[in-house]
């Protein structure tokens, strides 16, 4: 029996399924990116006091790029936002950072989760123009029309040739039935259609727009000539803003009182109508002039560059920085190819003037706290770009970037070398073709001086007078080897 049992268990035990016992699984392996661990460890130590000079160094944005050419581009815009949130963080990087972080969720068509930084931007002087423009782009793109063409205005207020933004702002205004720019909507008041002045003004057409306002073509009745009319903004006209409505026309009658034959003559202003009357420039703008015809020969471009110091010059000694100059604020009275027409500095609608103690130029300028970053970006000296207060140098670099574009018929740098901010003492160097066909002794003699009007120490450019006279120089030069103008 005992021997039955025994073989009923072997039978059933052998029959019985046998499960095994898994093994326990190994933990994943999980490998993290160079770059990640990286900007990782940046973050702790910054978090420490220590490396925050490199929150937004070049290596660690090539790191973050480096991510998102990868593959990782959801991770490399955390990272960014990461280090913009970082209490060690200065304000300039912060602000290198945004313009990083809004252009990548741009890319990813997520810009709506960078509004934010791009309103912050709109405070920033190199980052000004491109947030006002992808901010415009992304109300467009939504339909609100009224808030686009705002910042489409906020752009051509700064930068008349950003590209696509004229045409914009004509579709927009055509779509709402817009012939001219409404009150409170655009750039110009109500004034703006038909009459300025009352019956005196009659305006026929746009010229052009600048910081300060909008100019129109008109005429004038009383005396029958054609004039130019400068309206300014709305929010110049609003009750709290009064003091800069006050600077304003007071930068107006400075300008008057210069009297100056390569200076735009102001005819009549009126400040209840935010109304400036100036001679009318119907010869067009450098800007368009080196559009129209390309670069300039040789003589005829040093005789501007000597006009343009020229009007700089009296400008500096009244303590007055112009701060704005470019070709499109440089303007001809006839045709500028017609012998004797000159060159005429515009638009001193953001100008500096003397401190009412009476300093006046670069003394004055040192004495007051740092100033905000105006003008052009595409003209700002280094140091005015970083808003360190006015000195006349800032305008002798924007007078070398004239020069050179004259020479060239193009900018010196490209928009993403503008945009980056890097400078060298190369920037300036003239291609050989340019200057081939002057002698030798001159070409390098336009070069010395282009280079030492952009260099990039403010202190070793020198002061108007001298740069007025190796002007002068540089043009008798070329009179006397035969130069055709």
């Known amino acids: 029996m005992s021997d039955d049992r025994g073989f009923f268990a072997r039978l059933f035990r052998r029959r019985r399924p046998t499960t095994a016992v898994p093994a326990p699984a190994p933990e994943p392996v999980v490998l993290r990116d160079e770059d990640d661990t990286w900007l990782e460890q940046l973050v702790v130590a910054a978090g420490d006091g220590q490396r925050l000079d490199e929150l937004a160094a070049p290596d660690t944005l090539a790191r973050i790029d480096s991510l998102w050419q990868r593959g ?3 991770l ?3 990272w960014l936002e990461k280090l913009i949130a970082h209490p060690g963080a200065a304000e300039p990087a912060v602000a290198t950072l945004r313009a990083r972080l809004v252009e990548r969720l741009d890319e990813r068509r997520e810009l709506e989760r960078g509004l934010v930084h791009l309103e912050a931007l709109t405070a920033s002087a190199p980052h000004v123009v491109r947030a006002h423009y992808l901010l415009a782009e992304h109300h467009r793109k939504h339909g609100d029309d009224v808030v686009a063409l705002r910042h489409y205005e906020a752009v051509l207020a700064r930068d008349l040739d950003y590209p696509n933004v004229r045409t914009r702002v004509e579709r927009l205004r055509a779509a709402r039935g817009l012939d001219a720019p409404a009150a409170g909507e655009t750039i110009a008041g109500a004034d ?8 005196r003004y009659r305006l026929v057409r746009e010229l052009g727009r600048g910081a300060a306002g909008v100019v129109y073509l008109a005429r004038d009745a009383e005396l029958e000539r054609d004039v130019a009319i400068k309206l300014l903004h709305p929010h110049l006209a609003a009750a709290q803003q009064q003091e800069a409505l006050a600077r304003f026309f007071h930068e107006a009658r400075v300008m008057a009182s210069l009297r100056h034959p390569n200076v735009v003559a102001v005819l009549d202003l009126e400040e209840k109508a935010r109304r400036i009357v100036l001679e009318l420039a119907a010869g067009g703008t450098l800007r368009e002039l080196l559009r129209e015809r390309g670069p300039r020969p040789l003589r005829r471009t040093l005789e501007r560059h000597g006009q343009i110091l020229t009007a700089l010059s ?3 000694r009244r303590g007055i920085i112009h701060r704005d100059v470019k070709p499109g604020n440089l303007l001809f009275r006839r045709d500028p190819d017609t012998p004797g027409v000159e060159v005429m500095l515009g638009d001193f609608g953001v100008a500096h003037l003397p401190d ?8 004055a300028a040192r004495s007051r706290r740092p100033a905000e970053a105006v003008g052009t970006l595409a003209y700002m000296s280094p140091e005015q770009r970083r808003g360190e207060p006015p000195r ?12 050179y574009e004259m020479l060239t018929g193009r900018h010196p740098w490209t928009r993403d070398v503008l945009l980056g901010g890097a400078r060298t003492p190369d920037d300036f160097r003239l291609p050989a073709a340019t200057l081939a066909a002057a002698p030798p002794a001159l070409a390098a003699a336009v070069q010395a001086h282009l280079d030492r009007l952009g260099a990039i120490d403010p202190d070793a450019r020198p002061a108007t007078e001298p740069a007025l006279a190796e002007a002068f120089a540089l043009r008798a030069s070329a009179i006397a080897a035969g130069v055709a103008a």
């Open 72 to 74: 990782h581009e959801r």
């Open 76 to 78: 490399a815009t955390e």
């Open 192 to 199: 703006v259609v038909g009459v300025a002045g009352g019956a």
């Open 314 to 316: 009296a400008a500096h």
């Open 356 to 363: 009412a103690t009476g300093a006046t130029g670069a003394t």
């Open 392 to 403: 006349p140098g800032d305008d002798l670099w924007a007078a070398a970037v004239v020069l």
